[in-house]
Protein backbone atom coordinates (compact mmCIF):
# COMPACT_ATOMS: atom_id res chain seq x y z
CA UNK A 1 0.00 0.00 0.00
CA UNK A 2 1.30 3.69 -1.04
CA UNK A 3 0.17 6.21 1.88
CA UNK A 4 -0.71 9.53 1.01
CA UNK A 5 -1.05 12.63 3.19
CA UNK A 6 -2.76 16.00 3.29
CA UNK A 7 -1.45 18.95 1.73
CA UNK A 8 -1.91 22.18 3.73
CA UNK A 9 -1.37 25.86 1.78
CA UNK A 10 0.54 28.25 4.25
CA UNK A 11 -1.21 31.96 3.78
CA UNK A 12 1.27 34.48 5.00
CA UNK A 13 1.80 37.81 3.98
CA UNK A 14 5.26 38.10 2.24
CA UNK A 15 3.94 34.77 0.06
CA UNK A 16 1.06 37.42 -1.56
CA UNK A 17 3.49 39.55 -1.61
CA UNK A 18 6.25 37.85 -3.56
CA UNK A 19 3.65 35.60 -5.64
CA UNK A 20 4.33 32.47 -4.16
CA UNK A 21 2.57 29.69 -3.37
CA UNK A 22 3.78 27.37 0.07
CA UNK A 23 2.12 24.06 0.91
CA UNK A 24 3.46 21.73 2.86
CA UNK A 25 3.09 17.90 2.77
CA UNK A 26 2.03 17.12 6.20
CA UNK A 27 3.98 13.57 6.48
CA UNK A 28 4.15 14.47 10.08
CA UNK A 29 0.70 13.13 10.66
CA UNK A 30 1.34 9.84 8.97
CA UNK A 31 1.25 7.94 11.71
CA UNK A 32 1.00 9.52 15.59
CA UNK A 33 4.59 7.73 16.85
CA UNK A 34 6.48 6.69 13.59
CA UNK A 35 6.15 10.30 12.54
CA UNK A 36 7.36 11.65 8.78
CA UNK A 37 10.13 10.62 6.65
CA UNK A 38 10.85 7.69 9.91
CA UNK A 39 7.63 5.84 8.64
CA UNK A 40 8.54 5.82 5.12
CA UNK A 41 12.22 4.83 6.13
CA UNK A 42 11.22 2.20 8.29
CA UNK A 43 8.50 0.61 5.77
CA UNK A 44 10.54 -1.77 4.06
CA UNK A 45 13.18 -2.23 6.44
CA UNK A 46 10.91 -3.50 8.42
CA UNK A 47 9.49 -6.09 6.22
CA UNK A 48 12.72 -7.30 5.11
CA UNK A 49 14.08 -8.24 8.36
CA UNK A 50 10.81 -10.27 9.12
CA UNK A 51 11.23 -11.64 5.51
CA UNK A 52 15.29 -12.80 6.67
CA UNK A 53 13.92 -14.12 9.89
CA UNK A 54 15.31 -11.85 12.29
CA UNK A 55 13.61 -11.21 15.67
CA UNK A 56 15.18 -7.99 16.93
CA UNK A 57 16.42 -4.34 15.21
CA UNK A 58 19.43 -2.82 15.89
CA UNK A 59 20.55 0.92 15.09
CA UNK A 60 22.45 4.27 16.59
CA UNK A 61 21.41 7.42 17.63
CA UNK A 62 21.71 10.50 19.75
CA UNK A 63 20.04 11.57 22.72
CA UNK A 64 17.10 13.08 21.23
CA UNK A 65 16.97 11.19 18.11
CA UNK A 66 13.74 10.95 15.83
CA UNK A 67 14.98 7.53 14.59
CA UNK A 68 15.63 6.01 17.88
CA UNK A 69 12.01 6.68 19.21
CA UNK A 70 10.07 5.55 15.75
CA UNK A 71 12.62 2.23 16.11
CA UNK A 72 11.60 1.49 18.75
CA UNK A 73 7.81 1.78 18.87
CA UNK A 74 7.67 0.54 15.17
CA UNK A 75 9.51 -2.80 16.41
CA UNK A 76 7.10 -2.72 19.01
CA UNK A 77 4.06 -2.96 16.94
CA UNK A 78 5.69 -5.69 14.82
CA UNK A 79 6.47 -8.04 17.26
CA UNK A 80 10.93 -7.19 16.87
CA UNK A 81 13.12 -6.61 19.87
CA UNK A 82 14.88 -3.23 19.76
CA UNK A 83 18.27 -2.29 20.63
CA UNK A 84 19.58 1.21 20.79
CA UNK A 85 23.12 1.96 20.89
CA UNK A 86 23.23 5.60 22.13
CA UNK A 87 26.04 8.64 21.81
CA UNK A 88 27.26 9.36 24.75
CA UNK A 89 27.89 7.24 27.54
CA UNK A 90 27.52 9.92 30.24
CA UNK A 91 23.58 9.50 29.50
CA UNK A 92 23.75 5.45 30.94
CA UNK A 93 23.25 7.15 34.59
CA UNK A 94 20.44 10.05 33.66
CA UNK A 95 18.46 8.65 30.66
CA UNK A 96 15.49 8.93 32.33
CA UNK A 97 15.44 12.55 32.64
CA UNK A 98 15.35 12.62 28.46
CA UNK A 99 11.90 12.35 27.15
CA UNK A 100 12.91 10.48 23.67
CA UNK A 101 14.78 7.86 25.56
CA UNK A 102 11.89 7.28 27.93
CA UNK A 103 9.41 6.99 25.32
CA UNK A 104 11.95 4.84 23.54
CA UNK A 105 12.54 2.42 26.82
CA UNK A 106 8.54 2.70 27.10
CA UNK A 107 8.07 0.74 23.93
CA UNK A 108 10.67 -1.43 24.97
CA UNK A 109 14.03 -0.79 23.49
CA UNK A 110 16.91 -1.66 25.17
CA UNK A 111 20.06 0.61 25.44
CA UNK A 112 23.94 0.91 24.97
CA UNK A 113 25.55 3.91 25.55
CA UNK A 114 28.98 4.39 23.90
CA UNK A 115 31.74 6.98 24.21
CA UNK A 116 31.59 9.91 21.46
CA UNK A 117 34.85 7.94 20.46
CA UNK A 118 33.35 4.53 19.92
CA UNK A 119 30.25 5.99 18.54
CA UNK A 120 32.40 7.16 15.39
CA UNK A 121 33.68 3.45 14.66
CA UNK A 122 30.24 2.48 14.46
CA UNK A 123 29.89 1.60 11.14
CA UNK A 124 33.29 -0.43 11.31
CA UNK A 125 33.07 -4.27 10.37
CA UNK A 126 34.78 -4.73 13.91
CA UNK A 127 32.61 -2.35 15.97
CA UNK A 128 29.57 -4.50 14.37
CA UNK A 129 30.97 -8.53 14.91
CA UNK A 130 31.43 -6.85 18.61
CA UNK A 131 27.82 -6.33 18.90
CA UNK A 132 27.15 -9.42 17.15
CA UNK A 133 28.99 -11.00 20.13
CA UNK A 134 27.16 -9.41 22.77
CA UNK A 135 23.94 -8.84 21.27
CA UNK A 136 23.29 -12.02 19.15
CA UNK A 137 21.95 -11.93 15.83
CA UNK A 138 20.00 -8.75 14.27
CA UNK A 139 18.89 -6.75 11.46
CA UNK A 140 20.86 -3.27 11.41
CA UNK A 141 19.82 -0.46 10.77
CA UNK A 142 21.95 2.45 10.30
CA UNK A 143 22.05 6.16 12.00
CA UNK A 144 19.19 7.92 10.54
CA UNK A 145 17.79 4.75 9.03
CA UNK A 146 19.93 5.88 5.55
CA UNK A 147 19.83 2.56 3.58
CA UNK A 148 18.64 1.55 -0.35
CA UNK A 149 15.12 0.31 1.56
CA UNK A 150 14.72 3.45 3.27
CA UNK A 151 15.03 5.44 0.34
CA UNK A 152 12.66 3.27 -1.32
CA UNK A 153 10.27 4.35 1.04
CA UNK A 154 10.69 7.97 0.68
CA UNK A 155 10.72 7.68 -3.45
CA UNK A 156 6.86 7.29 -2.22
CA UNK A 157 6.45 10.22 -0.32
CA UNK A 158 5.61 12.07 -4.00
CA UNK A 159 2.16 11.20 -5.30
CA UNK A 160 0.12 12.17 -8.75
CA UNK A 161 -1.10 15.11 -6.64
CA UNK A 162 2.16 16.96 -6.71
CA UNK A 163 2.60 16.71 -10.32
CA UNK A 164 1.87 20.67 -9.99
CA UNK A 165 4.57 22.08 -8.18
CA UNK A 166 7.88 23.86 -9.37
CA UNK A 167 9.67 23.20 -6.10
CA UNK A 168 10.11 20.90 -3.28
CA UNK A 169 11.87 21.31 -0.21
CA UNK A 170 13.01 18.81 2.64
CA UNK A 171 14.93 19.10 5.28
CA UNK A 172 18.56 17.08 5.18
CA UNK A 173 20.04 15.19 8.36
CA UNK A 174 21.96 11.39 6.99
CA UNK A 175 20.24 12.86 3.06
CA UNK A 176 17.80 9.64 2.70
CA UNK A 177 14.79 11.22 2.49
CA UNK A 178 16.04 13.98 -0.55
CA UNK A 179 17.54 11.09 -2.28
CA UNK A 180 14.35 9.53 -2.08
CA UNK A 181 12.30 12.40 -2.93
CA UNK A 182 15.03 13.31 -5.60
CA UNK A 183 14.37 9.64 -7.11
CA UNK A 184 10.80 10.02 -6.96
CA UNK A 185 10.18 13.59 -8.05
CA UNK A 186 8.63 14.75 -11.43
CA UNK A 187 10.47 15.76 -14.86
CA UNK A 188 10.39 19.07 -14.14
CA UNK A 189 10.63 19.22 -10.36
CA UNK A 190 13.70 20.74 -8.59
CA UNK A 191 14.28 19.70 -5.57
CA UNK A 192 15.99 22.12 -2.59
CA UNK A 193 17.16 20.23 0.33
CA UNK A 194 18.04 22.50 3.59
CA UNK A 195 20.69 20.69 6.23
CA UNK A 196 20.10 20.69 9.75
CA UNK A 197 23.94 20.07 9.86
CA UNK A 198 27.13 21.91 8.82
CA UNK A 199 29.52 20.65 6.46
CA UNK A 200 29.62 19.63 3.25
CA UNK A 201 30.48 15.55 3.77
CA UNK A 202 26.09 15.19 2.52
CA UNK A 203 26.67 15.79 -0.69
CA UNK A 204 28.55 12.67 -1.72
CA UNK A 205 26.33 10.66 0.79
CA UNK A 206 23.47 12.23 -0.72
CA UNK A 207 25.26 11.18 -4.31
CA UNK A 208 24.88 7.37 -3.49
CA UNK A 209 21.30 7.77 -3.27
CA UNK A 210 19.91 9.94 -5.58
CA UNK A 211 19.84 8.83 -9.71
CA UNK A 212 19.17 12.22 -11.00
CA UNK A 213 21.00 15.98 -10.64
CA UNK A 214 17.42 17.48 -9.72
CA UNK A 215 18.62 18.44 -6.55
CA UNK A 216 20.80 21.18 -4.41
CA UNK A 217 21.61 21.74 -1.06
CA UNK A 218 21.25 25.39 0.61
CA UNK A 219 23.78 25.68 3.54
CA UNK A 220 22.94 28.81 5.02
CA UNK A 221 20.49 27.94 7.56
CA UNK A 222 21.66 24.98 9.76
CA UNK A 223 21.47 27.79 13.02
CA UNK A 224 24.97 26.25 14.16
CA UNK A 225 24.55 22.82 13.11
CA UNK A 226 22.80 20.02 14.69
CA UNK A 227 20.85 20.25 17.70
CA UNK A 228 21.54 24.01 17.40
CA UNK A 229 18.91 26.89 17.76
CA UNK A 230 18.68 30.60 18.85
CA UNK A 231 16.52 32.52 20.34
CA UNK A 232 15.72 33.83 16.41
CA UNK A 233 15.05 30.51 15.39
CA UNK A 234 12.78 29.39 18.76
CA UNK A 235 10.77 32.32 18.02
CA UNK A 236 10.41 31.96 14.14
CA UNK A 237 8.75 28.94 14.96
CA UNK A 238 6.28 30.28 17.50
CA UNK A 239 5.42 33.15 15.41
CA UNK A 240 4.51 30.00 12.53
CA UNK A 241 2.46 27.88 14.56
CA UNK A 242 -0.03 30.74 15.70
CA UNK A 243 0.15 32.25 12.28
CA UNK A 244 -0.68 28.77 10.56
CA UNK A 245 -1.32 26.08 13.32
CA UNK A 246 1.12 23.86 12.10
CA UNK A 247 3.85 23.04 14.46
CA UNK A 248 7.53 22.96 13.43
CA UNK A 249 10.13 20.97 15.39
CA UNK A 250 13.71 23.14 16.23
CA UNK A 251 16.01 20.43 14.27
CA UNK A 252 14.85 20.39 11.16
CA UNK A 253 11.62 21.72 9.81
CA UNK A 254 11.77 24.95 11.64
CA UNK A 255 15.14 25.62 9.97
CA UNK A 256 13.51 24.75 6.58
CA UNK A 257 10.32 26.85 6.46
CA UNK A 258 12.79 29.38 7.91
CA UNK A 259 15.08 29.24 4.83
CA UNK A 260 12.23 28.90 2.48
CA UNK A 261 10.64 32.15 3.87
CA UNK A 262 14.06 34.09 3.96
CA UNK A 263 14.52 33.05 0.18
CA UNK A 264 10.99 34.13 -0.62
CA UNK A 265 11.61 37.51 0.74
CA UNK A 266 15.54 37.84 -0.72
CA UNK A 267 13.76 37.08 -4.12
CA UNK A 268 15.27 33.73 -4.76
CA UNK A 269 12.23 32.22 -6.56
CA UNK A 270 10.39 33.92 -9.42
CA UNK A 271 6.64 34.99 -9.15
CA UNK A 272 4.19 32.19 -9.59
CA UNK A 273 6.35 29.44 -8.02
CA UNK A 274 4.50 26.66 -6.35
CA UNK A 275 6.51 25.48 -3.59
CA UNK A 276 5.79 22.07 -1.95
CA UNK A 277 7.62 21.65 1.43
CA UNK A 278 7.95 18.39 3.35
CA UNK A 279 7.04 18.14 7.11
CA UNK A 280 8.94 15.12 7.97
CA UNK A 281 7.51 15.01 11.61
CA UNK A 282 10.49 15.40 14.18
CA UNK A 283 7.82 17.06 16.81
CA UNK A 284 8.69 14.66 19.52
CA UNK A 285 12.02 16.12 19.77
CA UNK A 286 10.51 19.45 20.97
CA UNK A 287 10.25 18.31 24.88
CA UNK A 288 13.47 17.75 24.87
CA UNK A 289 14.70 20.85 23.30
CA UNK A 290 12.67 22.74 25.62
CA UNK A 291 14.70 21.86 28.44
CA UNK A 292 17.50 22.11 27.29
CA UNK A 293 16.40 25.67 26.38
CA UNK A 294 15.30 25.65 30.01
CA UNK A 295 18.37 25.05 31.13
CA UNK A 296 20.07 28.21 29.28
CA UNK A 297 17.09 30.51 30.44
CA UNK A 298 16.17 31.16 26.59
CA UNK A 299 12.69 31.56 24.89
CA UNK A 300 10.55 27.77 25.11
CA UNK A 301 9.18 26.31 21.99
CA UNK A 302 5.64 26.68 22.28
CA UNK A 303 3.93 23.16 22.11
Request: charged share 25%.
Amino acid sequence: MRETTENQEVHLPILDQKGVSLVLKREDRIHPLISGNKYRKLKYNLKEAKTQGFDTLLTFGGAFSNHIAATAYAGKIHGLKTIGIIRGEELAQKWQENSTLKLAESHGMQFKFVSREAYREKDTPQFIDELKEEFGAFYLLPEGGTNPLAIKGCEEILTTSDTDFDVVCCAVGTGGTIAGISNGAFASQKVLGFPALKGDFLQEDICKFALRENWKLVTDYHFGGYAKVTEELVSFINDFKLNTQIPLDPIYTGKMIYGILDLIQKGYFPPKTKILAIHSGGLQGIDGMNRNLLKKNLPLINI
